[in-house]
């Protein structure tokens, strides 16, 4: 009896010790590299936009948060077409919640083709993301001041003019897009807040078209020689009780 408990323990250790040297699988995937933004409009870490939307663990994803201890190769790749290889790794966080990180091990720079761009012309959706003001058709923004955008479901849009929430319909087709027209709160700022507000809601409501350069968001607006640019907000998640 005594030899049979030996021998079983010995084996489970055995399984235990060759499961823990079993590799985890490797996954290689193209995009575009970025940064990750915050609400307050800082880099909270770096993402890939992919060429086109993939399965993983059964979900569909059109990004890849990545983490590598080479920063420096990510500040040579920041904005470029890369491939990058690693291991997937889930991580939960107080604010972000539960996600996937690629744990890089190779990444280097290659060129997109056309078939690739267009994948991922096809796969790039709004609804459902939410976006920060980065410059209002050339004229920059005000520092410490946000003007956001937000599509939380197919036909709506919403979001901060800088001062006052707004919200409308959002008509999207395509590349093209038409937001408005848009109603907003009442409250008042100071008169250089108010005027970037009052702008910033002039030029969506004269929105045209829009395209997806990563990791940039522009809105093409009548009237306005430049596009509005945004970066992709990353929103904290409330802890579970």
Known sequence: MLGRLCV???????????QAQTPEPQKTVTGKLGRV????????????????ETSIDGKRVDSLEVDD????????LVDKHVRATGTL?????????ERLVLVVSSMKEVKATSQ???????????????WLLEDLGGAGVI????????????????????????????EITGSAIK??????????????????ETQYLDALQAAERFEWKAP???????????PLRFTRMKTPKPATP
């Open 8 to 18: 079983g323990l010995m084996l489970a250790i055995l399984g235990v010790h060759l």
């Open 37 to 52: 933004m915050a609400i307050g409009g800082e880099s909270t870490g770096w993402a890939i936009q992919l060429d086109s």
């Open 69 to 76: 201890s080479n920063s420096e190769r990510l500040e040579k």
């Open 89 to 97: 790794s889930h991580r939960k966080g107080v604010e972000t919640g």
């Open 116 to 130: 690739s761009e267009s994948a991922k012309a096809v796969a790039f959706k709004l609804t459902g993301t939410e």
């Open 143 to 170: 520092d410490n001041v946000q003007a956001t955008l937000t599509f939380p479901e197919a036909g709506k849009t919403a979001g901060k003019g800088s001062c006052n929430r707004f919200f409308g319909p959002a």
């Open 179 to 196: 937001l408005g027209p848009l109603g907003s709160t009442r409250m008042a700022c100071p008169e250089a807040v108010m005027n970037q």
């Open 216 to 226: 940039y968001l522009l809105i093409y607006c009548k009237g306005f020689e430049k």
